[in-house]
């Protein structure tokens, strides 16, 4: 995931291990029959948005190497830590599909893979990519998201041709506040260490280059993608920043709760700005995070 507010890019990416074991494979039709069945439960889904019909769809290897034109190069969309993700089309239903395909030397064994796929399948959330189904094929392990024609934030943040615009401020307070929310559906809803899944080598790098920071007032400024050129409220860069600086405190219990951080960023999201009107000047000393962070905690 990208910052809204600066262009730091992430350097390092979780490496895997080696780690499969015999009894890690799909050994049987029968075993296969059981995880089917596993995973094609009907159930309600939740209030916050999302169908009343939620089951992961099957798909063989096959169906999805055609979908993807065998992996093709010109396929591919994007390349992470844990895989490569392509873009494809199901012959089936002619929809155009992210098909991901996991790493087959990292970490996850059968049993991990599919409780990850049952619980991706229950969440539903306007803020979160969809989940349509998965492959497990031997040893291939592959899941089939919706596919964002869009792309990532990161392809909106990094790398821009001259003709394609950059985000403005508004823009990127939107999608914080989006973030959030999709953030504390999973924190309410998906209480298996969803979250987990989320840390990445971006994530760590990230908060370490901004730490730092937070302590010199003079270095405010520098937390702001330098391609906005200045084009951002400063009273409501302090405001963003005042919130960052609560979430990434050492202590644990000194972090605010993600329903306070939606709150404070829809708030944010809320107060349009204008590079025409006048900038006000009296500019906190420290981020209010670091006066009086008590009434935002825990």
Known sequence: MGCLFCSQKSKNKPKFQQNK??????????DKSKVNSTLGVNKDASKDGGSAHIAAHIFTFRELAAAAKNFRADYLLGEGGFGRVYRGRLDSTNQVVAIKQLDRNGLQGNREFLVEVLMLSLLHHPNL????????????RLLVYEYMPLGSLEDHLHDLPPDKQQLDWNTRMKIAAGAAKGLEYLHDKARRKAIDHLKTGCEHNL????????????KFGQMADP????????????QALAVAAMCVQEQPNMRPMI?????????LASQKYDPRAPQPQNIPSTPRSQRNSDAFTR
């Open 259 to 267: 329903a306070d951080v939606v709150t404070a960023l829809t708030y």
């Open 21 to 30: 074991k015999p009894e890690d494979q799909i050994s049987s039709t029968s």
């Open 207 to 218: 908060v370490a280059w901004a730490r730092p920071l937070f302590k010199d007032r003079r």
């Open 129 to 140: 990519v969809n989940l349509i189904g998965y492959c497990a094929d031997g040893d291939q």
């Open 227 to 238: 391609t906005l050129q200045g084009q951002y409220p400063v009273r409501g860069l302090y």
